[in-house]
């Protein structure tokens, strides 16, 4: 079973910009969130307990950092 993924960026973020590079070469498609709405931010913050993008969340779980998303999602798609 496929575990619910989102994608939470910030527009200008190198690392984010990273990450969705990977994807669109993969072709891969999640569904993503961009911290220019404040509810995203609220919830970034409620849910992983800080502010930092790029966050992956994963069945509800948050997972940072560019290459440990990429490694991730490399493995599941």
Partial sequence: ????????????????AKVKRFMQKRRIDIP????????????LIEKGGKEQVPCLFID???????DDI????????
């Fill in 1 to 16: 079973m496929t575990p619910e993924l989102t994608l939470i960026v910030k527009t200008g973020c190198p690392y984010c």
């Fill in 32 to 43: 993503m969130q961009n911290t220019s709405d404040p509810e995203v931010v609220k919830f």
């Fill in 60 to 66: 509800g779980e948050p997972m940072y950092e560019s």
């Fill in 70 to 77: 990429i490694a991730y999602l490399d493995k599941i798609f």
